[in-house]
């Protein structure tokens, strides 16, 4: 058989230029696989997130709800290392808009997983505001709006766990604004970054939560920049969304239904978020989250597959 003469080189053929060096290191978490509790018979078991999120090809997790992956931190370094996969950060919810009466119980929360944290050699605490709203049930807990005493007590007392964190743990908090908690549009976040320390309080930023209550990923990045301290990349399905706002949905109904989709089907254009973050050339994780709670256990690992491939084709 005869071999084709080469053929001279097309600029849709040519090689693609060198791939420019990026400071964002991607990850995934026990969320993406439809973990929200530490023991629930609805979610795969530890060892088949472990296996399938490094089968996916990510290497950094989360430690997702305190309780879910082992506790131990022999264990936990021994079952991630053999896997390739190492830990960013850990997770926390808080009430502290309640104030000092809250401080003793929450610091017992934060303790346990920023010590699982810290042994696991994370860098990061996700802080997560609690519900105004049960996420699954609707009830209505409190008002939806702090008082001014409410948000001078949210601030004091995040910077003074920022600190206490980093002085103790030497991590790093990161505030998660969140749907159906006190801490989600942009009149809010931007509000809570104003009035506190950038030396004591940084920001998650959650693409998909942003999106979810009307924010602007990239115009946040932009505008607080040297606050950006971590990001969870995820995206909301817009007509879903609209539904979840006309009938006011809480926030569990709302995942199930699939207000929460695979990337790149929905919002916000994850591209523009990565390039606006690229350009403030720090050091950040991006740990892809995609709330499916809950979810039939054979669903996660294939949209991971999907999400790691197109997370590659943005560069990172």
Same mark, same amino acid.
Request: proline share 6%; glycine share 10%; hydrophobic share 50%.
């Given at each position: 058989m005869t071999k084709p003469s080469p053929q001279p080189s097309s600029p849709s053929?040519?090689?693609s230029p060198p791939s420019v060096p990026t400071r964002i290191r991607v990850g995934s978490a026990p969320d993406s696989w439809g973990v929200w509790f530490?023991?629930?018979p609805r979610q795969v078991p530890w060892q088949r997130f472990l296996d399938e999120v490094a089968g996916a090809g990510y290497e950094w997790i989360e430690l997702g709800p305190y309780g879910y992956l082992p506790t131990d931190p022999?264990?936990?370094?021994?079952?991630?290392? !053999?896997?390739?996969? !190492?830990?960013? #950060?850990?997770?926390? /919810?808080?009430?502290?808009?309640?104030?000092?009466? +809250?401080?003793?119980?929450?610091?017992?929360? +934060?303790?346990?997983?920023?010590? *699982? #944290?810290?042994?696991?050699?994370a860098g990061h605490l996700v802080v997560i505001p609690s519900f105004w709203r049960d996420d699954r049930t609707g009830e209505v807990l409190e008002d939806p709006l702090l008082t001014a005493g409410q948000w001078r007590d949210l601030t004091r007392l995040t910077e003074r766990l920022g600190r206490e964190v980093r002085e103790r743990y030497g991590l790093r908090i990161v505030v998660h604004p969140h749907a159906d908690t006190h801490l989600d549009s942009e009149e809010s976040v931007t509000? /809570? *970054?104003?009035?506190?320390?950038?030396?004591?309080?940084s920001l998650c930023l959650d693409t998909g939560h942003y999106e979810y209550a009307g924010g602007d990923s990239v115009e946040l990045i932009e505008t607080y920049g040297e606050r950006i301290g971590y990001l969870h990349l995820k995206?909301?399905?817009? #007509?879903?969304?609209?539904?979840?706002?006309?009938?006011?949905?809480? /926030?569990?109904?709302?995942?199930?239904?699939?207000?929460?989709c695979e990337p790149p089907s929905g919002a916000p254009a994850l591209e523009p978020v *990565?390039?606006?973050? !690229?350009? *403030?050339?720090v050091d950040l994780f991006a740990i892809v989250e995609q709330d499916m709670y809950p979810c039939a256990p054979d669903v996660p690992y294939p949209i991971a597959l999907r999400t790691r491939s197109f997370l590659r084709s943005c560069g990172v």
């Open positions: 053929s040519a090689p530490p023991d629930d022999a264990v936990l370094a021994e079952e991630t290392a !053999r896997r390739g996969l !190492r830990v960013s #950060a850990g997770t926390v /919810f808080t009430g502290l808009h309640h104030g000092s009466d +809250v401080w003793d119980r929450t610091w017992g929360h +934060v303790a346990e997983n920023a010590a *699982l #944290a810290q042994a696991m050699g509000r /809570f *970054l104003d009035a506190t320390d950038p030396e004591a309080v995206q909301v399905d817009p #007509a879903v969304l609209a539904e979840v706002v006309a009938e006011g949905m809480p /926030f569990g109904p709302a995942v199930a239904r699939g207000v929460m *990565l390039a606006a973050a !690229r350009a *403030l050339d």
